[in-house]
């Protein structure tokens, strides 16, 4: 019987496991997983709630389109799409991507918001900053725009 070979030093419990990954071959499919999460990300709310990815077989990413109309829209930003999606996963994975009408699953409601929240009353404190800060503004126009401004960030809550 063979006898294996003295390890010098103990291995990184991470670094055994992606040694034996890279032997599998999952290490890339691995990756490839991530373009579920990262979609969102990249393409945005408005495209994640149209469209979602399906599979992605030997560098192809097929893409589920809610409706023709966001298909005509998402067609022009396939490219695009790619290009955000290798740079996200640090390699080149999809070298292609399908769009195929089909079924798009809702996502859950905290996650995409279609109207805006509310605006917030604005707190006398809020309202004596703004003047204080727009009190050095000689021209008038510009002090109006900013004072507009700085209400609209301070009822958005940002």
Do not use: Y
């Not at 999460?37 to 990815?53: D, H, S, T």
């Not at 996963?89 to 109207?115: F, H, N, T």
């Not at 004596?128 to 800060?133: D, K, L, S």
């Amino acid at each position: 019987m063979a006898k294996r070979a003295r390890m010098r030093f103990p291995q990184l419990l991470p670094d055994l496991l992606q040694k034996q990954l890279a032997g599998l071959g999952l290490a890339e499919r691995l990756r490839e997983v991530e373009i579920w999460r990262l979609w969102p990300e990249v393409v945005g709310p408005a495209v994640a709630l149209r469209a979602q990815p399906l599979r992605i077989i030997n560098g192809t990413l097929t893409i589920a389109v809610s409706s023709a109309a966001w298909m005509q829209e998402l067609r022009f930003l396939t490219t695009m799409m790619k290009e955000k999606l290798n740079d996200r996963l640090g390699a080149v994975l999809i070298r292609e991507i399908v769009l195929r009408p089909g079924m798009v699953e809702k996502a859950a409601p905290s996650a995409v918001e279609d109207e805006p929240a509310p605006l917030k009353a604005l707190s006398e404190r809020q309202k004596a900053f703004i003047a204080e800060q727009s009190a050095g503004i000689g021209d008038p126009e510009i002090r109006a725009a900013f004072v507009d401004l700085m209400k609209t960030s301070f009822e958005r809550g940002r």
